[in-house]
C-alpha cells in the first residue's frame, strides 16, 4: 500500500498537469498552415498550392516528410525535457504544459500534411478525434456530439490526459531521482512525441488513403503505365 502511494500521487499530478496543457494548448496553440504550405512548397520541393494538391503527391513522399515533423518535435521536446528536468518533480507541471503544445503542434503539421486542415469547427473536432488515437483512446462513443467542439474537445482532453498519465506514470516516476531527471526528462520528451507522432500519423495516413482511393484519377498516374495510353 505504501509503495503505490508515491504512484498515485504521480498520476494525479500527471494527469493534471496533461489535462491543463491540453486544455491551453487547445486554446493558443495554432500552426500558421499557410506558412507552413510555403515551407513544404520552397524548402521541401512539394508542387502543391493548396493542401488538396497533396493528393496528387506520392505517398512515400508524404510519409517520408511526415518522419521529419515528427523527428523534429522529438528534438524540441527532449530539449525541453533536459531543461526542465534539472528542476526534478518541481518543474513536472511547467514541463507537461510545453510538452503538450509540442506534441499539438507536431500533430497539426500532420493533419495538414496529409491534406487535413482545421478551420472548421468539425475539422478541429476531427483533429482532435487524431489526438485520442495518438494517446489510445477510444472515443467511438463521443462521435454523435463532434459537432459540438466546445463540448466534445474538453471532454476528449480529459480522456486523453487520464490514459496517458496512466501508461506514463511508471517511466516519470523516475524523475524522483534528482541526478538523473534531466536526462530523463529528455528521455521521456523524446519517446513520448516519437509514439504520439506515430500513431497520429498512421491515423492522418489511413484517413488520406480511403479519401484519396474516392477521388478521380490524378493526371500523373497515365505517366506510370505509358503502354496503356491509347495509340
Same mark, same amino acid.
Given at each position: 500500500m505504501f509503495e503505490q502511494s508515491p504512484k498515485s500521487w504521480l498520476k494525479k499530478k500527471l494527469e493534471a498537469g496533461l489535462r491543463r496543457g491540453f486544455e491551453r494548448a487547445y486554446q493558443t496553440v495554432r500552426v500558421d498552415s499557410q506558412a507552413f504550405l510555403s515551407q513544404l512548397r520552397m524548402s521541401y520541393g512539394m508542387?502543391?498550392?493548396?493542401?488538396?494538391?497533396?493528393?496528387?503527391?506520392?505517398?512515400?513522399?508524404l510519409d517520408a516528410m511526415a518522419?521529419?515533423?515528427?523527428?523534429?518535435?522529438?528534438?524540441?521536446?527532449?530539449?525541453?525535457?533536459?531543461?526542465?528536468?534539472?528542476?526534478?518533480?518541481?518543474?513536472?507541471?511547467?514541463?507537461?504544459?510545453?510538452?503538450?503544445?509540442i506534441t499539438v503542434r507536431t500533430l497539426q503539421k500532420?493533419?495538414?500534411?496529409?491534406?487535413?486542415?482545421?478551420?472548421?469547427?468539425?475539422?478541429?473536432?476531427?483533429?482532435?478525434?487524431?489526438a485520442a488515437s495518438a494517446a489510445g483512446v477510444?472515443?467511438?462513443?463521443?462521435?454523435?456530439? @463532434?459537432?459540438?467542439?466546445n463540448r466534445?474537445?474538453?471532454?476528449?482532453?480529459?480522456?486523453?490526459?487520464?490514459?496517458?498519465?496512466?501508461?506514463?506514470?511508471? @517511466?516519470?516516476s523516475g524523475r524522483l531521482i534528482p541526478i538523473a531527471s534531466s536526462l530523463i526528462g529528455a528521455s521521456l520528451n523524446y519517446y513520448f512525441v516519437r509514439a504520439w507522432g506515430e500513431r497520429a500519423k498512421n491515423h492522418f495516413?489511413?484517413?488520406?488513403?480511403?479519401?484519396? @482511393?474516392?477521388?478521380?484519377?490524378?493526371p500523373l498516374s497515365t505517366v506510370e503505365h505509358p503502354a496503356r495510353l491509347p495509340g
Open positions: 508542387p502543391i498550392a493548396s493542401f488538396q494538391g497533396v493528393y496528387s503527391v506520392e505517398v512515400g513522399q518522419s521529419r515533423v515528427i523527428q523534429s518535435g522529438m528534438r524540441i521536446a527532449a530539449a525541453e525535457g533536459a531543461g526542465f528536468g534539472l528542476g526534478g518533480l518541481i518543474t513536472i507541471i511547467p514541463d507537461l504544459g510545453i510538452l503538450a503544445a500532420l493533419s495538414l500534411l496529409y491534406g487535413f486542415e482545421f478551420n472548421t469547427e468539425e475539422e478541429t473536432a476531427e483533429l482532435w478525434i487524431a477510444d472515443i467511438s462513443r463521443d462521435l454523435l456530439e @463532434k459537432e459540438v467542439v466534445f474537445v474538453p471532454r476528449v482532453i480529459r480522456r486523453i490526459a487520464i490514459q496517458a498519465s496512466q501508461e506514463a506514470v511508471e @517511466k516519470w495516413r489511413e484517413r488520406h488513403l480511403r479519401i484519396r @482511393k474516392h477521388r478521380e484519377p490524378q
